[in-house]
């Protein structure tokens, strides 16, 4: 990068970090530190919420996602507006009247409080994790631009984001996402607009979204049948995204702490579900949006010099290995094909606009049959770096924006580009971590502790926001150790998914059985919730390994399914009919 893209990258991230602490003034207790006293807008909460979900990952990965595989992956979040709903019809109203901290105070009240620690463990356990990915993502583009060790580079990114997050609390997180997200469309919006800028003379924005066409790349509704069967491995399609996407955005709103904690920084109840509900109507766009402009970049490629591997620092160590003049080879091949690419690409839309519809039919098949060709050299082109580097990620999804905002921004806006990417990290990871330290205070230590009941009430509280602040530095610190994990997990945006697919179906099944089966107790939805996570987990490794054909998104319908299954059967076993306390 150039000096000025250094230097409106470290002003963008100093900027929003001052403007954040600035705005984080809140009483020193729990109530300020993760709720923000309560004090929240709709729109704060709407744009707290979204940038809770809209990670690096989002912006870093789901534009590579929809190169490699189409537009399809937004059927993911169709099931997100019915769900928003939902919550605003039960669960929100209910958690604003009991005034709790955490969704899973709530279970303890209902059931017990061995139900409600195995929930606030799952859900502890599963975003954790899924923040450590998160972390690793952003150190992505140090690690590419810096050639730093990855390693080292999830230390330093995650040290930046634990001090970030301890010094500020939830009101920071909220008031920073405000301004990133002002930041990150402007920058988004840039970027599809220089991919349309830089095609050749005489190829529009229209032109552009017929090449992605017919290369198969705006798939946006699959039906997920082939051949007259619905194929139930098929991650993305219309079905599965209403239905699985449905549980899923139920479960990730209305049980995650991570989201919870963001709509209980409302004033009211009226400003949470107004959040919530223009969430509905906003993400799905959004995401569109973000998808469309791998769509666009997939056409770019179509017109100009695509790299066959993206990744640059791990290219770079393969081609200086034994297997160099293999991948000298390979590249050669590629960027042949690439060539004649460009020229099937032109003739393709000058068939369009002469209407020529014998010429169009033929040049689609060429151009679809050219890019299969690319794609199996590119196979190839990663099987020699998997040779080279075993221990290398060979998989350059994530790489494919980053790589097209290096070679081809001008000055200035590549800075801008990359502190989006930062920023998106930022405000995911900051509220990540301020929930999993609101769940391990509230339903851990403040539940447990017995040393606290000689201080009075302003001396307990600036007790458990220093004690808080610790929890959070402690989450950040494992956050780290998983990032370090990472480098093989492929499409960060995929992999964040699927292991949330393997725990919020359950979690959403306990919720569930609380809110709408009201005979069932806390030892029968305890036991449900157990042998039900088992059971998803052993399904999704028996998927992996291809004895059974079921996609990540199904999980979390069949886990909240199972959970309520059994909780009737076990209640029944116990104490026919017998109500809850």
């Given at each position: ?15 929003i ?10 009483s020193k207790?729990?109530d300020g530190y993760?709720?923000?006293n ?28 929809a190169?490699?595989?189409g537009?399809?992956?937004?059927q993911?979040?169709?099931g997100l507006?019915?769900a ?5 019809i039960?669960?929100?109203p209910?958690?604003s009247?009991?005034k709790?901290?955490t969704a899973y105070e709530?279970l303890?009240k209902r ?5 409600r620690?195995l929930?606030?463990?799952?859900f502890l356990?599963?975003?954790g994790l ?6 690793y ?16 580079t ?5 040290g930046?984001?634990?001090?970030y997050?301890?010094?500020?609390g939830a009101?920071?997180v909220a ?5 990133q997200f002002?930041?990150i469309f402007i920058?988004?919006f840039?970027?599809?607009y ?5 095609l050749p ?5 229209a ?6 066409g ?5 798939n ?7 051949g007259?069967?619905?194929?139930w491995r ?14 899923l ?6 049980t995650?702490?991570s ?8 004033k ?6 107004l959040?919530l509900?223009?969430n509905?109507?906003?993400k ?8 469309l402009?791998?769509a ?8 100009k ?8 620092a791990?290219?770079e160590k393969?081609?200086q ?13 590629y960027?042949?094909?690439?060539a004649k ?6 003739d ?6 002469a209407n020529?519809?014998?010429?169009l039919?033929e ?13 199996a050299l590119?196979?190839a082109?990663k099987g ?7 221990l290398?990620d ?7 924006f980053?790589?097209?905002v290096?070679?081809?921004l001008p000055v ?8 989006i990417?930062?920023l998106?990290?930022w405000?995911s ?11 391990t ?6 539940r447990?502790?017995?040393n606290?009941?000689?201080l009075n ?15 959070t530095?402690?989450w ?10 990472a480098n093989r997990?492929?499409?960060l ?11 919020y179906g359950v979690i ?9 089966v009201?005979r ?8 449900s919730?157990?042998?039900?996570e ?5 399904l999704?490794?028996?998927n ?7 996609s ?9 399914l ?8 076990f209640?029944l076993?116990y104490?026919?009919?017998q109500?809850?306390?």
């Open positions: 990068m150039s000096g000025i893209d250094w230097i409106v990258l470290i002003a963008t991230l100093l900027g970090i001052a403007y954040g602490l600035y705005k984080s003034r809140t207790d729990l993760f709720l923000s309560r004090s929240m807008p709709w729109y704060l909460v709407l744009l707290s919420i979204m940038g809770t979900q809209a990670s690096a990952v989002t912006f870093l990965s789901a534009p590579g996602q190169f490699t595989d537009m399809r992956f937004v993911y979040y169709f507006p019915l928003m709903v939902v919550l605003c039960t669960f929100v209910l958690f009247r009991l709790v901290f709530f303890e059931f017990d409080l061995q139900t620690i929930t606030s463990f799952l356990l599963q975003r899924s923040t450590g990915i998160s972390i993502a952003p150190s992505i583009i140090l690690s590419s631009l810096l050639g730093w060790n990855i390693f080292l999830n230390i330093v990114m995650g930046l984001l634990i001090i997050t301890v010094s500020g009101k920071a008031y920073t996402q405000q301004l002002v930041i920058g988004m840039l970027a599809g220089m991919i349309v800028h830089l003379p005489g190829i529009g924005f032109d552009a979204l017929r090449v992605s017919a290369s198969g790349k705006l946006v509704i699959t039906t997920g049948a082939e007259g069967h619905f194929d098929d991650k993305y399609n219309i079905w599965s995204g209403v239905i699985g996407g449905f549980f955005a139920l479960s990730y709103f209305g995650d702490q989201q919870v904690g963001r709509y209980l920084t409302a009211n109840t009226t400003e949470s579900k959040g509900l223009m509905g109507l906003v799905v766009p959004m995401q569109f949006f973000i998808l402009i791998g666009l970049l997939f056409t770019f490629y179509q017109f010099p695509s790299p066959v591997f993206h990744n640059r791990v290219e393969a081609q290995t034994v297997y160099k003049d293999s991948l000298k080879l390979v590249q050669a091949e960027v042949t094909k690439n690419q460009a020229e099937l690409s032109s393709y839309i000058n068939a369009y606009h020529n519809v014998g010429k039919k040049l689609k098949d060429s151009v679809a049959l050219n890019n299969k060709q690319l794609e590119r196979g082109y020699y770096i998997k040779k080279a580097l075993p290398a060979n998989n350059d999804t994530n790489y494919i980053l790589r097209f290096i070679d081809y200035g806006l590549i800075g801008l580009l990359i502190a990417i930062f998106a990290a405000g990871i900051a509220a990540a971590l301020n929930s999993l330290a609101s769940c205070m509230i339903d851990f230590h403040r447990f502790s017995k606290d009941a000689e009430e302003g001396e307990l509280g600036k007790k458990e926001y220093r004690i808080s602040r610790i929890y530095f402690a950040g610190i494992f956050c780290i150790i998983v990032a370090q994990f997990m492929g499409s945006i995929e992999a964040v998914n699927i292991l949330g697919s393997l725990f959403l099944g306990i919720f569930l059985v609380a809110f709408y009201k069932v107790g806390g030892k029968a939805v305890f036991w919730a157990i042998i039900s088992i059971i998803i987990v052993a999704f490794f028996l992996e390994y291809g004895v059974i054909n079921l990540f998104l199904w999980l979390n319908a069949v886990g909240a199972l959970v309520v299954m059994f909780s009737l059967v209640q076993s104490q026919p009919f109500k809850s306390k």
